[in-house]
């Protein structure tokens, strides 16, 4: 897969002032493509940002700034025999374009539209995964709240976490810690025969297995019991409960007061309920009223000073009374400056308040009518709850009384037995008639799920112990001199044996880990190239590799390691750092896209 053009465009928007941008760039289809600048925030993570937003149909660690800013994206990808164009305009932050798979001559061969960030995902996800020869990774994970597992499958956006080094994830391929998907993406990309059908039967497997053991945790629920025991009990209560009239009798006066009982209860809840919204009502309306009796008393306040002070005609200063001159006083006359501060009095419309204390008292009667209504109301009501809630204790007396008596409390327990009972029968038939046949499919699974593991690990022995070979010589070519055998694991886990000790992949230090997560996924594509097996995309991105505490020297050794490695390796690699100096020292002119000095990307 290559990266063929990135352009984007759009407006920044700082301190308040609108700034036009754009961005258009054709990297080299093999080998380094370096994006290197002097100052820091001038747009490198931002510009491959974008392309990632592009190739996986959705953003990864995009800002919200940036994005916001974004209004036309078009990217285009070589992916296998695959010309795809991407074009979108941004709106909002959310996408609206289309996905065309164009001719060589660039006609367009099929179009897929999108109009959401879900269908920009699903398109992209179908679009590359066929282009590329690649299958959803099968997989399983609980879920609690419906005490079921599930089967799902991770599509190209889990796919793209083996293309970006930066320092959001520890992960030895991918960008997923603590789930499995490292070590699935592991074994496919290292093209191992049977790792994909062991991953679908495992995680049909464990689905099944849920099934299964779900069924069994609620059959045990229901005790020792067999149906046949079940049935002779409730036949049992039925002619206990028919040999006494009188005890059928009771039981309906029982169920009587336990109905009127429970329309009651239903009936001083609702009204509880509804007297406290229209008290509510009532506070609200009070404080409303209050506020427009404020609003009067203030125009009128208002009124009053403003009649006052227009008949004020000062002929002296106000703090030493010293008298103004004619001339000051016919000035105000004649050009509307003030006699007292010489300030431009500027006319303005009168303000009407006899009119606004007529709305503002039209306003507080109305007011009035409706809080009496309300008020009224909530004493209708809060005298029917009270009645309606005396009702209901004489009834729960009543009903205690009857339940405490031996005819009606004998029925009412030989009857909730007999319910009790015919629930569990009705429960253990749905079981019954429910059952698919999933224990011998578990039985199928687990044997399918066996047999390709074995398969898996007999052909991962050998690939791992050579891919571990290839990484180790890539880590000594990287800086790290001291390593003397790497030992790849079919678990995504890595041993590294260096200065007489072992590390685990956990236990280096940043630096060392982006050392060996690159050193791993170019292993694969030289085992891909060497043995005929693999299938990663052939696209790195590397991020800011100063950031993950490398010295300089470091950085330096590694830039020079990946230069190297890029003429002898199939791939298209972008790295990204500070320093456009630094850039020109490893790397031809025409594989750097440099902004210098202050100067930004975009």
């Not at 074009?87 to 065309?100: E, L, M, Q, T």
């Not at 990774?137 to 976490?161: C, F, H, K, L």
């Not at 029968?425 to 399918?448: C, F, M, N, P, Y």
Request: glycine content about 6%; some cysteine; proline content about 2%.
């Amino acid at each position: 897969m290559r990266l063929k053009k990135l352009a984007f465009s759009g407006v920044k928007l700082i301190h308040g002032e609108a700034h036009p941008f754009s961005f258009d760039w054709t990297p080299q289809s093999k080998g380094v493509n370096v994006i290197a600048t002097d100052a820091n925030l001038a747009g490198k993570s931002s510009a491959l940002q974008v392309m990632l937003w592009a190739l996986r149909g959705e953003p990864k660690s995009l800002t919200t700034t940036v994005r916001d800013w974004t209004q036309h994206v078009h990217a285009e990808f070589q992916a296998g025999d695959r010309h795809i164009r991407v074009k979108f305009d941004v709106a909002d932050g959310k996408p609206d374009g289309n996905i065309d798979l164009i001719n060589r001559d660039g006609s367009k061969i099929h179009s897929l539209p999108f109009t959401t960030p879900e269908s920009f995902k699903a398109h992209m996800n179908s679009v590359m995964l066929d282009a590329l020869d690649l299958e959803p990774i099968a997989t399983s994970r609980e879920v609690a709240s419906r005490e079921t597992t599930v089967m799902y499958a991770d599509g190209w956006t889990s796919y793209t976490g083996a293309l970006l080094f930066d320092s959001d994830s520890n992960a030895l391929i991918g960008d997923a810690t603590g789930t499995d998907l490292a070590q699935r993406l592991l074994q496919v990309f290292l093209g191992i025969p049977w790792a994909t059908t062991l991953f679908q039967a495992r995680a049909a497997k464990r689905v099944t297995e849920a099934l299964v053991s779900a069924r069994k945790r609620k059959l045990s629920q229901f005790g020792n019991q067999s149906i046949a025991q079940m049935e002779a009990r409730i036949s049992e209560i039925e002619n206990l409960i028919s040999s006494g009239v009188a005890r059928e009798a009771a039981l309906g006066e029982l169920q009587t007061v336990r109905e009127r009982f429970s329309a009651l209860e239903t009936r001083v809840t609702t009204l509880k309920a509804t007297t406290t919204a229209v008290n509510a009502e009532v506070a609200a309306g009070a404080a409303e009223l209050l506020a427009k009796k404020r609003e009067l008393l203030e125009l009128e306040e208002e009124a009053a000073a403003s009649h006052f002070l227009s008949r004020l005609s000062p002929t002296c200063c106000p703090r030493c009374t010293r008298a103004f001159s004619s001339s000051r006083q016919k000035n105000e006359l004649t050009t509307g400056e003030c006699a007292v501060c010489l300030t431009k009095v500027e006319d303005g419309a009168e303000v009407d308040h006899e009119a606004l204390k007529a709305a503002a008292q039209k306003a507080i009667a109305k007011l009035e009518r409706e809080l009496k209504t309300a008020r009224l109301k909530a004493d209708e009501l809060t005298e029917e709850f009270e009645k309606s809630r005396t009702l209901l204790e004489a009834t729960a007396d009543e009903l205690a009384e009857l339940s405490a008596s031996g005819t009606a409390q004998e029925e009412q327990k030989l009857r909730l037995e007999a319910a009790r009972l015919e629930g569990t029968l009705e429960a253990i038939r749905k079981l019954v008639d429910a059952d698919s046949g999933e224990e011998g499919d578990l039985a199928i699974l687990t044997q399918a799920t066996e047999v390709a593991k074995a398969e898996v690990e007999l052909a991962a022995t050998e690939i791992l112990a050579r891919s571990g070979d290839l990484i180790r010589q890539l880590v000594v070519r990287l800086g790290m001199r001291d390593v003397e055998r790497v030992v790849l694991k079919r678990n995504a886990s890595v041993e590294l044996h260096k200065g007489g000790s072992q590390s685990s992949f956990g236990g280096l230090s940043p630096g060392e880990r982006l050392r060996v997560r690159i050193a791993t996924v170019i292993a694969l594509l030289q085992a891909s190239q060497q043995f005929g097996a693999g299938r990663h995309p052939g696209l790195l991105v590397v991020d800011s590799p100063a950031k993950e505490e490398m010295a300089d020297a470091n950085v330096e050794e590694m830039l020079t390691a990946l230069s190297e490695l890029a003429a002898t390796v199939d791939l298209q690699l972008f790295v990204a750092f500070r320093g456009a100096a630094r850039a020109l020292q490893h790397f031809d002119e025409d594989r750097c896209l440099l902004a210098t000095g202050a100067d930004t990307l975009w």
